[in-house]
Structures are given as C-alpha cells and as structure tokens.
Nanobody, 115 residues
C-alpha cells in the first residue's frame, strides 16, 4: 500500500513563506509525476504545481513566480516552497502522485495565511 505523508503546513502572515514536503511510503520504486493541489473552503480542488520525470515543472498561474516545486534525487519526495503568501493561498494542500494511470493522494495539510 502506498501512502503520501505531507508536512509543513501551518499559519503564516501575508508575505511570509512556508515549505511543504511530501514523502512516499510503501512498496513503490518510482513515480512518474508528483505535485500539489489545494482546496479552499467552498471551492473545488485545483492544481498548484506538478513535476514529471524528464519534464519541466508545471505551475498554476497563481503559483508562478512565488512557488517552487522540487523533487529529491530518489524522486519519492516532493517539496513546495511557497513565498510571498497571500490570504487567497489559504487552503488545504494535498500531495499528489501518479504511476502510469494510478493516482495517489495525501490526507492534506492546512495552510492559513492571515492578513
């Protein structure tokens, strides 16, 4: 069984930074894509950023120039460095992973940006 375990969420003031991390646990040797989605209260889950082996990272427009996604060399950990945070970034952030057509999701870590 594969689990995605997130860490790093919390409360931060506008303009502050947070670094989210996600670790893959279980019997899997590789993943094609890892990334982050978020869901704000009353909103649908939306893409934040993904990174696929051999490709450039993909960012939502709202994340460009402020967030940076990265994967460890073993490619079973993914990080999201979030800078210049805004109240609109307040959401539960979910780690995502894909191996061929199989998708995995973490439990989510809350991020709250106070004004």
């Amino acid at each position: 069984q594969v689990q995605l375990v997130e860490s790093g969420g919390g409360l931060v003031q506008t303009g502050g930074s947070l670094r989210l991390s996600c670790e893959v646990r279980g019997r899997i040797l590789r993943l094609h894509t890892m990334g982050w989605y978020r869901q704000a209260p009353g909103q649908q889950r939306e893409l934040v950023a993904t990174i696929t082996t051999g490709e450039s990272p993909n960012y939502a427009d709202s994340a460009k120039d402020r967030f940076t996604i990265s994967r460890d060399s073993g490619e079973l950990k993914v990080h999201l460095q979030m800078n210049s945070l805004k109240p609109d970034d307040t959401a539960v952030y979910y780690c995502y992973a894909r191996f061929w057509s199989t998708q995995y999701w973490g439990q989510g870590t809350p991020v709250t940006v106070s004004s």
